[in-house]
């Protein structure tokens, strides 16, 4: 019954309409989800036109990904998402273009208030804050964008990251929590031709 009352509480600060919504976006989301193969990337790249607030082209989304509150994601071109990836969107997310997420990143913008000891973590509401992502950023398998952070243009985020700071353009990050690690500019271009 708590628990009851705990939702109750929640969706007060919710309009209706929102709540519909929400509920709609997860139902198709969740559904297409496990569509495979080319079918389920076209039709998860048409759901995200219908859901995201703004995408500017095709968004490549792989099978289990978890995206949420996506009327406050706004996209560029070339978005691709991998599989076992989590977006919550609630305090918005900006992403640039050419943007490539890994499989399993976690990318959420919002965060729960921890100071004091009441009332429970569980029942206070999510504190919104924006992440942006800007153009030509990867970020790698299983990382972490913590809430507020600004990827600058040409980050790379490594494999299983925390990214607790905002970036500088053209950088690698790697570790917990991510540090610079190289500037990409310095690095020669070759391309691997197979």
């Not at 968004?59 to 995206?67: E, N, S």
């Amino acid at each position: 019954m708590e628990y009851i009352k705990f939702l109750i509480e929640k969706a007060r600060c919710y309009s209706l309409s929102t709540i519909v919504r929400l509920e709609l976006e997860s139902l198709v989301m969740g559904l297409l989800s496990v569509v495979p193969t080319i079918l389920g990337v076209a039709l998860r790249a048409s759901a995200s036109k219908l859901f995201f607030k703004q995408i500017d082209g095709f968004a490549w989304i792989q099978p289990r990904v978890t995206i949420i509150h996506a009327e406050r994601i706004v996209s560029g071109t070339h978005l691709g998402i991998n599989s076992g990836t989590y977006i919550n969107g609630v305090g918005g997310i900006q992403f640039g273009n050419h943007v490539l997420i890994g499989n399993n990143v976690t990318i959420s913008s919002g965060e729960h208030p921890i100071n004091g000891a009441q009332p429970p973590i569980f029942s206070r509401l999510v504190r919104p804050k924006k992440i942006v992502i800007n153009d030509d950023v990867w970020i790698g398998a299983g990382a972490v964008i913590m809430p507020g952070i600004t990827l600058a243009k040409g980050t790379v985020i490594g494999a299983n990251a925390i990214v607790t700071k905002d970036t500088e353009e053209y950088s690698v990050y790697v570790g917990v929590p991510a540090r610079k690690i190289k500037d990409r500019r310095d690095m020669a271009c070759k391309q691997d031709l197979a």
